[in-house]
């Protein structure tokens, strides 16, 4: 090869959910395997969307590119939902609509951090982020978290990793591998220290309506000013179960939404023109359909925790919620990633080690239970048996 590749790429691991797939491969077993690598949902969208989506491909002018920012009635719709959900009021110039929130947080990223910078980032966190930090050679501070705190992060100990450094702190609730649902006084920490600092406080909300309260998940956009520390993530692709169709947004201070213009521009000039008319007929009309899909995401949590007091099983889960359960394995001579190749290629069971997630988790497995009706987790249990 003539070229060279810069070093930033080729030293990220392959794309977790790929290689995760490929040990299923390698297995014998006639019987089908269960997937609870991906974090998809395991049913299709609603009737009506699938039916809007059909009659938008039809149309005369899906084909084309939308405004680089967004659909307007979307970035307007979305907007007044924050407005409700967060007992807020939320302007509409104040979202830009991205392809998932994948994309969202790689725009942000590279609005506030460059290469030499660092983000602080809670550890077990989302292999993505992390991919992306490295590719960008910005670095990324580990702030640990544990089962006897909940797997919650500590603000004071994220203050002692701050230096003149840091751009950003990320959080993701719920939490994806974890779980974990953070409580609104400890956003509120971290927002504080965020704006004491004077860096951003990014936070994604992929999995925010899959809580079970339905009060906000904070009030940071109560705050006076909250523009000029908070950066705000979120995704359709879940909600509405439509992640190939690749919709998202970003929330934040106009100033920064202009700037997110040009990057966007560059990457993807807009987010699919289908897909944000079908994010925005599910705000309009599927509100009631997202809650019945969160109360069924309920169930299968609390299926799996059932299934899992079996007497015999020697998995534990430390935490879980939204579409995540972040189990202990027993096996102290082996590797998380050890275990998960051998629950896929000897018991069918497809999940993801810890070590994908970050250091230290060796000893962890993350199950995604959205993919399994809450009547398959027995199955899922028995087949942890069979591993023991």
């Known amino acids: 090869m003539g070229y060279r590749v810069r070093p930033e790429i080729t030293g990220v691991d392959v794309p977790p959910i790929s290689e995760s797939f490929s040990w299923l491969a390698e297995g014998k077993s006639e019987r089908t395997a269960i997937l609870l690598s991906q974090a998809v949902p395991s049913y299709s969208p609603a009737p009506d969307l699938q039916t809007e989506i059909a009659r938008l491909a039809q149309g005369g002018d899906t084909n084309l590119y939308t405004e680089i920012l967004g659909l307007p009635e979307l970035r307007a719709e979305l907007a007044s939902h924050f407005s409700v959900d967060y007992h807020a009021r939320i302007p509409a110039d104040h979202v830009a609509i991205t392809a998932g929130s994948n994309q969202a947080f790689c725009l942000a990223v590279a609005s506030v951090a460059g290469p030499g910078s660092n983000i602080i980032v809670p550890s077990p966190y989302f292999f993505n982020h992390q991919m992306w930090l490295q590719m960008q050679n910005i670095g990324l501070k580990i702030l640990p978290t544990d089962a006897s705190n909940a797997m919650l992060p500590d603000p004071e ?228 048996l069979e591993s023991q």
């Open 157 to 384: 100990v994220a203050r002692t990793l701050i230096d003149a450094k840091t751009a950003a702190i990320v959080l993701v609730t719920p939490n994806n591998p974890t779980g974990a649902i953070y409580p609104p006084d400890l956003i509120h920490q971290f927002f504080q220290l965020a704006r004491t600092h004077g860096i951003a406080l990014i936070i994604d909300e992929t999995y925010k309506d899959f809580r079970a309260s339905e009060q906000p998940a904070h009030a940071l956009f109560c705050e006076p000013n909250w523009q000029d520390t908070f950066i705000h993530l979120y995704s359709f692709s879940k909600t509405f179960a439509m992640t190939g169709y690749r919709v998202g947004s970003l929330t934040a201070a106009p100033m920064l939404v202009a700037e997110i213009e040009k990057l966007m521009d560059c990457v993807a000039i807009c987010a699919p023109h289908i897909g944000q008319g079908a994010a925005l007929y599910g705000l309009r009309n599927l509100q009631n359909w997202a809650r019945q899909k969160a109360v069924v995401m309920a169930e299968r949590e609390q299926a799996l925790r059932e299934a899992f007091r079996h007497p015999a099983l020697k998995y534990r889960i430390v935490s879980s919620g939204a579409f995540f359960a972040y189990v202990e394995h027993p096996f102290a001579d082996e590797t998380g990633k050890d275990v998960a190749k051998r629950l896929a290629r000897e018991h069918d069971l497809l999940t993801l080690p810890g070590s994908m997630f970050g250091p230290n988790q060796e000893c962890f497995l993350r199950i995604a239970f959205a993919n399994a009706e809450a009547d398959t987790m027995p199955e899922v249990v028995a087949r942890l």
